[in-house]
């Protein structure tokens, strides 16, 4: 029994190096949700570039972040986060088993440039952070999920638009190290993502949209939307070393 939990242990190890290996060099900034036992914080940056925009600096493109806290008993009300030098600290922390959610639906619209474009364009940044892997139901225009499937080697997450399941989305699978790899959903938006380390992952799912309107009304004719998913394991491999700091942002 010894011998075979070895022998386990080193395949396991192996693949995970060679997902090291083959992972790519996917980064975008975006927004994510750290949690700890300070409580919980919305950066935006570049995860696996240890990249952390600030105030001032581009951190102040935001407009008004609203954060909810999703548990068994139904979605709690939207509260406004408050922005510090290097994030935006949220009101509440999550327990096991809830989930917390965060976008700005406020992000400032630009003018389409380039042939044949015309109107305007928009950007809806928003963020996902899970306790634990149980299923979890869409909440967000663009959100990514787990399933409730997993294994010792990673778990089964699905991505929905507008409540409806998202094919051929693209995720890409972020670690603190700079590890990265880029994924894309099944006919049924599901994906299955290897999670060989301890701590924490970034999995960001984007996609274009049609023509619409926002909330306060105005127009757009491209839509952008990104959502992270943030993940800690506690089993795995010992995490690999964050690298240095990046300088944010002028």
């Known amino acids: 029994m010894q011998l075979k939990t070895q022998v386990r242990a080193l395949a396991f190890a192996a693949a995970a190096t060679a997902a090291l290996l083959a992972g790519t060099a996917v980064s975008a900034h975006q927004i994510w949700i750290e949690q700890d036992a300070g409580g919980a914080r919305l950066f935006f940056g570049e995860y696996g ?32 986060v408050t ?11 999550a327990a096991k088993g809830e989930s917390l959610i965060a976008e700005d639906a406020t992000y400032p619209m630009w003018d389409l440039k380039g042939p044949g474009q015309t109107g305007r364009g928009m950007y809806l940044p ?3 952070l899970v306790t634990d892997l149980s299923a979890q139901k869409p ?3 663009l959100d990514l999920v787990p ?11 699905q991505a929905f638009f507008e409540g409806k399941p998202l094919a051929k989305a693209k995720v890409a ?20 993502v290897s999670l060989p380390w301890n701590g924490t992952y970034v999995m960001e799912l984007s996609h274009n949209g049609p023509a619409g309107q926002r909330a ?4 757009f004719e491209k ?18 070393p964050a690298p240095p700091a990046a300088a944010p942002n002028k």
């Open 49 to 80: 570039e240890n990249l952390r925009e600030v105030s001032p600096g581009l951190l102040d493109k935001f407009g008004k972040p609203i954060a909810r806290k999703a548990t068994a008993q139904g979605v709690g009300q939207p509260a406004e």
């Open 216 to 219: 306060d009304g105005q127009k």
């Open 223 to 240: 839509g952008s939307y990104v959502t992270s998913l943030t993940l800690v394991r506690d089993t795995g491999l010992p995490a690999l």
């Open 83 to 93: 922005k510090a030098a290097a994030n935006f600290s949220i009101p509440f922390s």
């Open 126 to 128: 928003a963020a996902r």
């Open 173 to 192: 699978v972020v670690t603190a190290s700079g590890w990265a790899q880029e994924h894309h959903t099944d006919a049924e938006g599901k994906l299955t």
């Open 147 to 157: 399933t409730g499937t997993q294994t010792a080697e990673g778990a089964t997450l």
């Open 139 to 141: 909440l967000l225009t």
